[in-house]
Nanobody, 128 residues
Framework: QVRLEESGGASVQSGGSLRLSCAAS????????LGWFRQAPGKEREGIAA????????FYPDTMKGRFTISRDGARNTLYLQMDSLNPDDTAVYYC?????????????????????WGQGTQVTVSS
């Protein structure tokens, strides 16, 4: 059974940093695309970053470039999201997700519908 479990969410002040973790079990992340998403109250879920487990290639939508860094520890089967210079607009529930089938991240890597496995989410709250 595949399980993704996020951790690291917290309440921080504007300008602060956080690192989120996503531990995977029952799932091999090598040669598959994994991603981080977030969803703020009343808003759609949006993609933040994606990584291809085969070679560590990373992908960011233009709106997320610069403050977010995705990485992966294959030995620990854990996905990370480093978030810097946080501001109140970053307040949301953050999710990690994994695709079901093997293959590189593609042009739809930031579309939630292309992912099959999801964690339960971790809350990030940024205060001004």
């Amino acid at each position: 059974q595949v399980r993704l479990e996020e951790s690291g969410g917290a309440s921080v002040q504007s300008g602060g940093s956080l690192r989120l973790s996503c531990a995977a079990s029952g799932y091999s992340s090598s040669s598959r695309c994994l991603g981080w998403f977030r969803q703020a109250p009343g808003k759609e879920r949006e993609g933040i970053a994606a990584i291809y487990g085969g070679d560590g290639s990373t992908f960011y939508p233009d709106t997320m470039k610069g403050r977010f860094t995705i990485s992966r520890d294959g030995a620990r089967n854990t996905l990370y999201l480093q978030m810097d210079s946080l501001n109140p607009d970053d307040t949301a529930v953050y999710y990690c997700a994994a695709r079901r089938f093997y293959g590189r991240c593609d042009g739809e890597a930031h579309q939630p519908a292309t992912y099959y496995y999801w964690g339960q989410g971790t809350q990030v709250t940024v205060s001004s």
